[in-house]
Each structure stands twice: as C-alpha cells, then as structure tokens.
T-cell receptor
Framework: DQQVKQNSPSLSVQEGRISILNCDYT??????FLWYKKYPAEGPTFLIS?????DKNEDGRFTVFLNKSAKHLSLHIVPSQPGDSAVYFC?????????????FGKGTKLSVIP | DTGVSQDPRHKITKRGQNVTFRCDPI?????LYWYRQTLGQGPEFLTY????????KSRLLSDRFSAERPKGSFSTLEIQRTEQGDSAMYLC?????????????FGSGTRLTVV
C-alpha cells in the first residue's frame, strides 16, 4: 500500500521552461511534505518543504504547492536548467503524530533538454 | 563539517555472511536515520535514533538487522546472515529535532551486493 505516489516515472522539459512534478498521498496524518533531488551515486539532497498549514512555499526557482483537500502536491521549477536533471522524490511525515520518519514516493526522473 | 559520512561506499559479500556499515552524522545533529533504497523505489525507512536511544523501528527491520548508536554520535547497522534480497543502497541521514523545515541531510550511502 503506497501512501505517497508519484505517478510519472519520467518527465522531459526544454531548458528555460517550467517543470511540474506531481505527488499524491493517501495518509491524512501526513502534516509535512518534502522534495528531494537525487543524482546517480549520491544520496538524496533536500530541496524544499511545506507544512500542511500552508498551501505554497517558495525558494528561488522552486515552488511547492499543497492541495490538502485533493491530497496532492506539486513542485514547480522555473526556469528549468540542465543541472536540474535528476530524480525527484516526494516525501511525507506525520510529525504531529510523533513520527519523524519520511515516507517516500518512487521518484520522477526529470530530464532538462538544452 | 563535511556532511553525513558513510563507510564503506560499496560492499560485496557472499550470502550468509555478516556485514556492518558505519554512519557519521553532522556533529550537531541529534537525530540519525537509516533508510534502504532498492532499484526503482524511493528510500524506505528502517529506524531512527534520538541521541543514543532507538525510538522507532520499521517492520522491514527483521531480527537479522541491528542498529546501534552507542554514544549518540556515529551509528552502525549490522546485517547478519545476509540474503540476496538484502542487496540495496543503505542510506543514513541526520537532522536536528526541531523542525522538518530543513529536511534531513543524507549521506551518499553504502551499496550492498549479496552474491
């Protein structure tokens, strides 16, 4: 039973355009959501997070949107750069329930074409 | 501070052998986590420590797996009687207790291959 789902295994975007990565979750106890980026042979790198009390969080070129009623979040990258090519993981935590473990999706491989 | 350090980076072992991995977290981080990642999957939670106390364990952590953090600094993850299904990337992460706003910092992982 996958509690965090990333339904698109891959995404290709032209350099300079917007990349939109999507994530759905099923566990209503999740109250914190994070995005990680992973390059081959490296560990995941934290990108941005959002608390369930917000619906948007921005950091430079990265914006995360949260729609609690739909149990859906998305990561927008604008403008996309070739260096953004990596696997992106969505993760969630039920920290309010006392658990800080992260539940990850399977990832979306983003390719930014120069 | 060089981030989260994991040793070794790669380990090849024969089925049935025991293996031990080490993780050195960021020095001021009091929480330490172990995750496992297999091909095509996201990282899966195994266990975490706050200081030296092991606070949560996943059902994935069978009795062949044991983790320790004896002095609240580095941690070891031991797998006894390895099986081919144990082949995976083992990731360690650390964080401060306070907030998830800054996420967890992951190491580069130890890739285990059981032959």
């Amino acid at each position: 039973d996958q509690q965090v789902k990333q339904n698109s295994p891959s995404l290709s975007v032209q350099e300079g355009r917007i990349s939109i990565l999507n994530c759905d979750y099923t566990n209503s106890m999740f109250d914190y959501f994070l995005w990680y980026k992973k390059y081959p042979a490296e560990g995941p790198t934290f990108l941005i997070s959002i608390s369930s009390i917000k619906d948007k969080n921005e950091d430079g070129r990265f914006t995360v949107f949260l729609n609690k009623s739909a149990k859906h979040l998305s990561l927008h990258i604008v403008p996309s750069q070739p260096g953004d090519s990596a696997v992106y993981f969505c993760a969630a935590s039920a920290s309010g329930a006392g658990s800080y473990q992260l539940t990850f999706g399977k990832g979306t491989k983003l390719s930014v074409i120069p | 501070d060089t981030g989260v350090s994991q040793d070794p980076r790669h380990k090849i072992t024969k089925r049935g052998q025991n293996v031990t991995f080490r993780c050195d977290p960021i020095s001021e981080h009091n929480r330490l986590y172990w995750y496992r990642q297999t091909l095509g999957q996201g990282p899966e939670f195994l266990t975490y420590f706050q200081n030296e106390a092991q606070l949560e364990k996943s059902r994935l952590l069978s009795d062949r797996f044991s983790a320790e953090r004896p002095k609240g600094s580095f941690s070891t993850l031991e797998i006894q009687r390895t099986e081919q299904g144990d082949s995976a990337m083992y990731l360690c992460a650390s964080s401060l207790v306070v907030s998830l706003n800054y996420g967890y910092t992951f190491g580069s992982g130890t890739r285990l291959t059981v032959v």
